[in-house]
């Protein structure tokens, strides 16, 4: 029994490979070892395999961070419209409220059109350019961009005797509407077109005003414009050249001069009778000749040349000649 406790006890050479006396001294060491070759191999760069649990203030801020980075980037990736639905969005859930209350009132709202109708004016006197405003400023550069020179009506309700007229556009010029079309804005024909002249009386901005202006209108359209009475028609008038007319009074001086010295001969002719026949007949061929030259007109003759200086012609100038080629189009 007593060899067996000594056994139990650690002695007569009997061993255990896990006994804690022996183990502890290489266990320590291989510890030591581990680390060295750990450090050895970490990186610098690479966290630790066993690192310390954050702060909760250090998290939440972390969290906060991202949240408003993500935010931003939400922000921005909207337009103006859409952001600030989205603020008003947030506003009404935060405060509470309904969406009618931010919605803006249209009944104000004003295109250029309406600015346009506003302030247009049929004919701009001076006194109209008085106090210039933004709204007139604009209906007064649209009325320069007009065509004045012929009108475009309305007679839809000529019966009732009242018309409407406004000026035409550059596209109606180039399509000839007004001109060479018929000027009724529902009527297209071409062919018999008068030009008529009418006094228009309108009120405008409370105001009664006049104006004469031209239009061109087909045959039924023209019985529409003269449905209660006649307007005026413009036809083309004849000019008569003031050459012709210089060089005809002239003419007829010299066939009134002639005329008195043919009467004068004559008498002559009476008191002298006994005069030889050949000189009679000489003055009556002379007389003769004389009222043939009359008669001719100027720069025909030769001898008209030597008689005095040539009458003076006119030249035309180039407002003249213009006036002359437009005078059948312009009616």
Known sequence: ????????????????????????????????????????????FKKGRYSQAAHRSFHSSELDREEARNRRAHLISMNAFERHKKFVGDYILYYGGQMADFKRSVSKDKTDQDVLRENHRFLWRDEDEDDMTWEKELAKKYYDKLFKEYCIADLSRYKENKFGFRWRTENEVVSGKGQFQCGNKR?????????????????????????????????ECSFKLNYH???????????????????????????????????????KHKRHRDQSTTSSSSEAQDSDKDSEAGDEPEGQSEADHWRGPAPAVEEKSREEEFDEYFEDMFL
């Open 1 to 44: 029994m007593d060899n067996l406790v000594k056994v139990h006890g650690g002695g007569g050479g009997y061993d255990s490979d896990f006994s804690d006396d022996d183990r502890e001294g290489e266990s320590s060491e291989r510890g030591l070892k581990r680390k060295h070759d750990n450090e050895i191999l970490q990186k610098p």
């Open 187 to 219: 009527c297209e024909k071409q062919e018999g077109l008068k030009s008529w002249e009418v006094n228009f009386a309108y009120v405008e901005h409370g105001e009664k005003r006049n104006a004469l202006v031209k239009l061109r209108l087909c045959p």
């Open 229 to 267: 009475h006649k307007r005026k028609e413009v036809k083309a008038k004849t000019r008569t050249k003031g050459v012709s007319e210089e060089n005809e009074e002239p003419s007829k001086k010299k066939k009134k001069k002639k005329r008195s010295s043919s009467h004068s001969k004559k008498n």
